[in-house]
């Protein structure tokens, strides 16, 4: 059973779905974190997550993080595809090897459906995916048994990613429909996988929701839930490409429009759900949860 994990990405946007969920059943959780002051920053931060002050990139900072856990939990991600260090590739080795030294016997790692389904993209590519294969594939044959969570866009993107004051922002043409999931079903369905699945086995498991709408009829009906309504802008790719030319932020979310512009996700999650439980929420009602 596991009672304590190490948790690596516990300042980001969907940590707190997952670690309060950890929390209500009894796990303890010990955090690495490299700027203790954007914890502070976070709303309601559970007093209960011991924090290791430290970086991925250091092994004596890994080390002392895994010291008396049972397993290592990932949530990274990836700021600048051109960094020298990059925590889904450098972290991910620096991770196994601690690991395999401080005979820890599992890894939850959440990922995303292309790492796991890249054909969903048709073609396409991103140097954010292509990073995120490596990590998968260097857990995969690490030999440690490994639990991957592998998300279709997850709801809640839309508050903190697309929402700039009464205004939801993001991209268009997105052609197919995408099986949206909210942050509190991901949460506890991790949850369930840590405290209860068979953890001697490498398991994937598929983390979509159960309707599949596209990007304008989300972004729609999530605006239709707030009183005044939210307006809805939807910029073509090919003028955040112009923009990006001058702006680096938008050339990603240019990079990004055009990797999901054909984008044809299938349903994969039956198996999930059978193990950790159906998603509950809905674009709807996401946040009230």
């Known amino acids: 059973m596991i009672q304590k994990i190490a948790f690596i990405g516990v300042t980001g946007n969907l940590a707190p779905f997952t670690y309060n969920e950890l929390i209500k059943r009894g796990v303890q959780i010990k955090a690495l974190v490299r700027d203790t002051n954007k914890v502070k920053q976070i709303r309601n931060f559970p007093k209960e997550i011991e924090i290791v002050k430290g970086d991925l990139s250091n092994l004596n900072n890994i080390r002392e993080l895994v010291n008396g856990v049972d397993a290592i939990y990932l949530n990274l991600s990836t700021l600048d595809p051109k960094a020298v260090f990059q925590p889904e590739i450098d972290g991910v080795k620096n991770v196994i090897e601690v690991a395999k030294e401080q005979n820890i016997k599992r890894i939850f790692h959440v990922s995303a459906v292309t790492a796991a389904f890249p054909e969903f993209a048709q073609g396409a590519e991103i140097s954010i995916n292509t990073i995120r294969k490596i990590g998968y594939k260097l857990l995969k044959e690490s030999g440690i048994p490994c639990t991957f969570f592998h998300c279709s866009w997850i709801m809640d993107t839309i508050e903190f990613s697309m929402r700039k004051g009464d205004t939801l922002q993001a991209f268009k043409p997105i052609r197919h429909p995408m099986y949206w999931l909210a942050g509190n079903d991901l949460g506890r369905m991790i949850a369930n996988a840590v405290t209860t699945s068979d953890h001697n086995i490498t398991k994937d498991y598929i ?33 955040l490409k112009v923009i990006g030319i001058f702006n680096k932020k938008v050339r990603m979310v240019a990079k990004m429009g055009a990797f999901f512009s054909n984008y044809k996700e299938e349903f994969r999650a039956e198996q999930t759900w059978k193990e950790l439980g159906e998603p509950q929420y809905n674009i709807d009602n996401f946040m009230k949860g």
């Open 207 to 239: 983390m979509q929701g159960k309707e599949a709408i596209t990007f304008k009829e989300a972004l729609t009906r999530y605006a239709n839930t707030h009183k005044p309504k939210l307006k809805v802008q939807l910029a073509s790719i090919k003028m």
